[in-house]
């Protein structure tokens, strides 16, 4: 079973300071036991990930999404010198991605900006962000060395980047900026020839080797219309129940995503305009109103999209957490934010 959100996990959320306290907000409310003891590294920005993204939402639906890898990433075939052509979007421009050919490596976790692989216990993790944030992480970076000095520089897929060692077998490396992104590479469980080595194994590709390097299991862009249609039509089945009058499902422009991802973005819709009912009818003293999102919101537990993400992540608790407020009466706090609504 694929672990689910845990004091490490959260620590390594990729969050500015707004909502790194929205999180740890959220789940002191919505699991307690939980502490976060460091988000972020000297100046402020996220030392790493080793986590599921669920970009589109909020703080609460990447706090759920986190998980330690996807079975369906597993599935996928070899290429025939046995490595893995697996590439990700990463958010560049005009059509481009990464693949890793790496014999034993496999996807572990993918989002429209970053991608994470793995091979045993080691693992690569590559981040794409805009350039007006490459200055600042580079300083933060600097700050790995005592002095803070820049990083030893190397070659990237063509472009200059600098290295720095966290330790023996933990490194990272910032590329520069290209077509208005940069990226950030970072492997623990390598020593410094073995990160140069895979790194040396990275090539930009197209996006059509993307969408074919793409496992089952995996919702295209060209999918997501009738794999949303599939999820509602199920959730359907059991809450009996479309959306609110006056709401509906708006399918929003989207990356290729992992079921648990998508999953969550579609839940998202149909728990955000449920919440808005109620709190809405709780304002304005309409009881029945109420009464039927409560009913709606507490079949949550039974949603067929939410019982096969589970096993996964902590994405479906924080939703049946906020059905359980509801169902005593309570607007949960935050629930907005919590879920991008």
């Not at 993790?125 to 000095?149: G, L, M, Q």
């Not at 709401?247 to 992992?258: A, I, N, P, V, W």
């Not at 999102?293 to 939703?319: F, H, K």
Request: hydrophobic share 40%.
């Amino acid at each position: 079973m694929i672990p689910k959100l845990t004091d490490d996990a959260i620590s390594r959320l990729p969050l500015e300071a707004g909502r790194a306290e929205l999180l740890e907000e959220i789940m002191s409310t919505v699991a307690p036991g939980r502490q976060n003891d460091g988000l972020a590294g000297p100046g402020g920005h996220p030392t790493s990930r080793r986590t599921r993204w669920v970009a589109p939402l909020a703080a609460a639906a990447v706090v759920a999404g986190l998980a330690g890898g996807t079975v369906w990433w597993q599935q996928h075939r070899p290429a025939s010198d046995g490595s893995q052509h697996v590439a990700a979007p990463l958010g560049l421009p005009d059509g481009q991605a990464v693949v890793l050919d790496a014999p034993g490596w496999k996807v572990d976790s993918l989002g429209g900006d970053g991608i994470v692989f793995r091979k045993g216990e080691a693992n690569l993790e590559i981040t794409s962000y805009a350039a007006k944030d490459y200055a600042s992480y580079v300083e933060d970076r600097e700050h790995i060395v005592d002095p803070a000095a820049p990083g030893e520089p190397i070659q990237v897929l063509g472009r200059p980047a600098q290295m720095w060692a966290y330790s023996a077998d933990d490194h990272t490396a910032i590329r520069e900026v290209q077509d208005g992104h940069w990226m950030e590479f970072r492997a623990q469980g390598l020593d410094q020839a073995g990160f140069l080595a895979l790194l040396g194994q990275l090539r930009l590709t197209s996006e059509a080797e993307f969408n074919a390097s793409l496992p089952d299991g995996y919702v295209t862009k060209g999918e997501r219309a009738a794999a949303a249609e599939k999820i509602l039509r199920d959730i359907e089945d059991v809450s009996r129940a479309d959306f609110p009058s006056g709401t509906s499902f708006q399918l929003r422009d989207g990356e290729s995503k992992d079921r648990y991802q998508f999953g969550a973005e579609v839940v998202a819709q149909y728990t955000c305009a449920w919440l808005e009912s109620f709190d809405d009818a709780k304002t304005h003293e309409q009881p029945g109103r109420a009464a039927e999102a409560v009913r709606v919101l507490g079949t949550a537990d039974s949603w067929p999209i939410l019982l096969e993400m589970n096993p996964q992540g902590d994405y479906p608790e924080v939703v049946w957490d906020y059905a359980d407020r509801v169902a005593a009466g309570q607007v949960p706090e935050g629930y907005r934010e919590g879920l991008g609504c």
